[in-house]
């Protein structure tokens, strides 16, 4: 069933989504001059002459693409111990039985979805207060992970589950931040 949903999303997508909002076929004019505005010379997004090629070598010599791949691999590798082996952790580690970690294992991904939303409001509104779309975006992503890291370490002294799920609730609300 949900092969089917995304199956028929995938089409639906294919035939309403464009690169630019103008390109669709409900889109008329004026309201094509109001979202080009002022960038229509070249060099724009609208410039349509050719188009140069992806710059391998910098993106490979990117610090900062290299510092975004070691955190999403982080970020993924605690995001998929949740969703895989937390049930297994809490009966080996915890004695807690499978059929009791239900609302255990679920709490910390709702907690984390929470995490996303709030941290983009926070984000943006340290953008509104500082004027500074670079420290909006980096401090509140900096505090999430050092947090979420540091959850992860009290974690390991822990030996009561109701107490260690709660750490992680914590941890996944400041790492989806």
């Known amino acids: ?67 975004v791949c070691l955190v999403s691999g982080a970020v993924s590798f605690s995001w998929y111990f949740y969703v895989t082996f937390l049930p297994q952790y809490l009966k080996e580690r915890l004695d807690v039985a499978f059929h009791q970690t239900e609302l255990m294992t ?18 943006d509104s340290l953008i509104r207060r500082t004027g500074a779309r670079r420290w909006g975006r980096s401090v509140i992503g900096f505090v999430g992970m050092a947090g979420a890291a540091s959850c992860a370490l009290i974690i390991t002294q822990m030996s009561n589950a109701w107490s260690v799920i709660v750490v992680i609730c914590v941890a996944c609300l400041l790492q989806d931040l």
Do not use: H, T
């Open 1 to 67: 069933i949900l092969g089917a949903i995304g199956g028929v999303w995938a089409v639906l997508f294919y035939y309403w989504y464009r690169d630019r909002p103008e390109n669709l076929p409900v889109v008329n004019d004026s309201e094509c001059q109001l979202i080009r505005g002022k960038e229509i010379g070249a060099g724009s997004i609208y410039d349509d002459g050719r188009r140069s090629g992806i710059p391998w070598f910098e993106l490979v010599r990117s610090a900062n693409l290299w510092a």
């Open 106 to 123: 679920g709490l910390p991904l709702f907690v984390g979805g929470a995490g996303c939303l709030v941290g983009g409001r926070l984000s």
